[in-house]
């Protein structure tokens, strides 16, 4: 925990990234090694993979006015920082 603490969020969540994708990686190889598959570990393992990160944030397109919108709503509730009350 105390290694976690020391991190980023980000760094965090591609930490435990890391991790998911050892133990994924540990599965295949474990199901490969127990099982007769005729093709060499890299090609299964590429068939099967999951991707854990998928390029989605990338592409998120993001309407100016429904952030427009969403902001003066959350506005009604939390007073934004450096506004004065009119």
Do not use: C
């Amino acid at each position: 925990m105390q290694l976690l603490s020391t991190m980023t969020m980000n760094t965090v969540f591609d930490y435990i990234l890391y991790i998911f994708d050892e133990e994924q990686d540990d599965t295949l190889w474990s199901i490969w090694l127990n099982k007769d598959i005729e093709k060499d570990y890299r090609e299964f393992a590429k068939e099967l993979r999951q991707p854990l990160r998928n390029g989605a944030h990338a592409t998120l397109k993001v309407d100016e006015d429904d952030v427009k919108r969403n902001l003066a709503e959350a506005a009604l509730i939390v007073k934004p920082r450096g506004k004065e009350e009119s």
